[in-house]
């Protein structure tokens, strides 16, 4: 599994996939709406994110006059093992509090 640099638009799309659901699934508008980021940020990461195999992106099958063919963007077993062990060493980064943090002032 390749590497992943993880910036601060990196885990905003990772946040965005973590929340998303089969009955909610992230594509690539929803993801930069939701991660507050330009499509010109977000596609290359989910690109990155396929290609080292964090990520599986699935052709929306339905025809929807009016408007381009989605692509659905899943975080692999990989990918969440990956997600989930970088928000283990690096919580802050992902807006969360440390368990040894909390009640310090």
């Known amino acids: 599994?390749?590497?992943?640099r993880l910036t601060r638009p990196t885990l905003e799309v990772l946040q965005v996939l973590l929340s998303s659901t089969s009955d909610s699934?992230?594509?690539g508008l929803k993801?930069?709406?939701e991660a507050a980021l330009g499509?010109?940020?977000v596609y290359p990461i989910l690109e990155r994110l396929?290609?080292?195999?964090?990520v599986t992106r699935t052709a929306e099958t339905a025809e929807h006059p009016g408007r381009p063919k989605r692509y659905?963007?899943?975080l692999t077993a990989a990918g969440l093992?990956?997600?989930h062990a970088a928000r283990q060493r690096?919580?802050?980064l992902f807006g969360l509090v440390p368990t040894h943090d909390r009640g310090q002032a």
């Open 81 to 83: 093992r990956a997600t």
């Open 31 to 33: 993801i930069c709406e």
């Open 50 to 54: 396929t290609d080292a195999g964090w």
């Open 1 to 4: 599994m390749a590497s992943i």
């Open 90 to 92: 690096r919580p802050r």
């Open 72 to 74: 659905y963007y899943e």
């Open 25 to 27: 699934p992230a594509w």
């Open 39 to 41: 499509s010109g940020t």
